[in-house]
Each structure stands twice: as C-alpha cells, then as structure tokens.
C-alpha cells in the first residue's frame, strides 16, 4: 500500500486533519502521521463563532505521530498533506520538516495544503509563483514568499493542490486524491 504523509504538530485542525486522514486510506492509501516527535497530539477545532472577529479554539481528539520528521525517508511516500491549525507556525522551523517539504515539491510529488498548512511550504521557499488557496489571514505568509492567494475553495497548481479552511474539504481534497491514484497508475504502468 502506498503511503502518505500526514504532517501535524499540537493544536494542528481536526477538520483539517481527519477528513483526508480517512479519505485517502478509502483510495487505498495509508496515511503517516508525522510531527515533530514519536507522541500524541492534541487536535483543536476552529471556527470564528458570530459576533466574533478572530478564530475561537477548543480542543478535539488526539493524534498519534507514526514516525517523526527526523526519521523520515521521503522516498517511501507517494505524497503529503500540510493540515491547518496553529501547529505549522511552530514546526514549520524544524531543518527535517524543510527537508522533507522541499523533496516533495521538487519530485513533483502530489502536496496538499489546507489553511495555515501553507506556511510550511513557504518557509521552505517552495511556493515561489505558484498559485495557493489558504485562509485569508494567511495570505501575507504566502505572498511575502512570493506565492500567488487564489480565494476559492480548490486551487490546483500542477501537484499542488489546496483549500482555505476545513470547509473547503469537499472541494480540494478529491483533487489531491485524484493526483496521487494517477501518480500510483503510472508508476505501475513502468
């Protein structure tokens, strides 16, 4: 079975997180958890409640990590989903995660990425001129590293495919879906 990785770190969205967890294990993939150690994560939910201007957080399940980023051989994976939440402004500093970021866009490899996942791939200086979709208050993060904000609910950039918020789910993670059964097909055909 070929493997996906699922990057996380504490109070990464469960929404953002569980919906391709499970949708890509139903395309015959199974997902890999990774953070920035071998333990259990605290998933949180956001959504701006009415009457209020910024995001209110509560706690959700826990996610275990499968293997950290400092084990990681991304040759194993056939791609890799950057969740939203607070957690990528945290761990998108960590040397491991960069590496593993940069392999996967410089395969070509199918990448998702969900509302704040985005500033993982930008730190890593791999959304230079291509067009993302993230959560608008995002939008500094992917413009100041020379990435292009699209306001729609999918945005497919060659094998990038991405979503602004969880509400997006339905939108743009059947595309990164549809990229990694293709990827899967012609690598059997060789």
């Not at 294990?25 to 998933?43: C, S």
């Not at 509400?167 to 059964?181: A, E, M, T």
Request: proline content about 6%.
């Amino acid at each position: 079975m070929d493997k996906v990785l699922i990057v996380i770190g504490d109070a990464t969205e469960l929404l953002d997180t569980m919906y391709p967890y499970y949708r890509v294990q139903e395309a015959g993939f199974q997902p890999v958890v990774t953070a920035p150690e071998n333990r259990t994560y605290q998933l949180v939910l956001h959504e701006i409640k009415p009457g209020w201007t910024i995001t209110k957080e509560w706690e959700g399940y826990t996610l275990k990590c499968d293997v950290p980023f400092s084990e990681v051989n991304e040759d194993e994976y056939a791609g890799i989903l950057f969740s939203g939440g607070r957690a990528p402004e945290y761990i998108r500093y960590d040397e491991n995660l960069v590496r593993i970021t940069k392999h996967f866009f410089a395969e070509g490899k199918p990448v998702a990425s969900v509302c704040h996942g985005v500033e993982i791939p930008a730190y890593a200086d791999c959304v230079r001129g291509r067009r993302m979709a993230t959560v608008p208050k995002c939008r500094f993060d992917l413009e100041v590293c020379g990435g292009i904000f699209v306001d729609e609910p999918c945005v497919v950039d060659g094998n990038l495919v991405s979503g602004r918020t969880f509400h997006d789910n339905g939108h743009y993670v059947g595309p990164w879906i549809d990229l990694l059964v293709k990827q899967r097909s012609a690598l059997a055909a060789r």
